[in-house]
Nanobody, 125 residues
């Protein structure tokens, strides 16, 4: 599975961005897709994830209510709509894919097998 993230950029605090992750895969639906982010000098952290079957979504507490994740299995894409952005959201955002990920481990990066290259999100104050 190859993943391509896009949509990052520079935005003022309070603004919005929409990230996309396009997957090149023979079968996309079975994969759980996750978004993670990594700021300079910080560890990679979970942002959101969406299950392949059923499309249930899961969010980090820091973004819940501001970010919305969705997927289009027909187009092999997922999107992350980010609203009310804050300077602390500044990071490289990466999308990842994995199969057979259970809910209790959905926020753990080591359970995802495929990673995209990341897209930079910068929120100015």
């Amino acid at each position: 599975v190859q993943l391509q993230a896009s949509g990052g950029g520079l935005v003022q605090a309070g603004g919005s961005l929409r990230l996309s992750c396009a997957a090149c895969a023979h079968t996309f639906r079975p994969y759980t897709i996750g978004w993670f982010r990594q700021a300079p000098g910080k560890e990679r952290e979970f942002v959101a994830a969406i299950k392949g079957s059923g499309g249930s979504t899961y969010y980090a507490s820091s973004v819940k209510g501001r970010f919305t994740m969705s997927r289009d299995n027909a187009r092999n894409t997922v999107t992350l709509q980010m609203n009310t952005l804050k300077p602390e959201d500044t990071a490289v955002y990466l999308c990842a894919a994995g199969r057979g990920i259970i809910i209790s481990t959905i926020a753990l990066a080591q359970h995802y097998d495929y990673w995209g290259q990341g897209t930079q999100v910068t929120v100015s104050s």
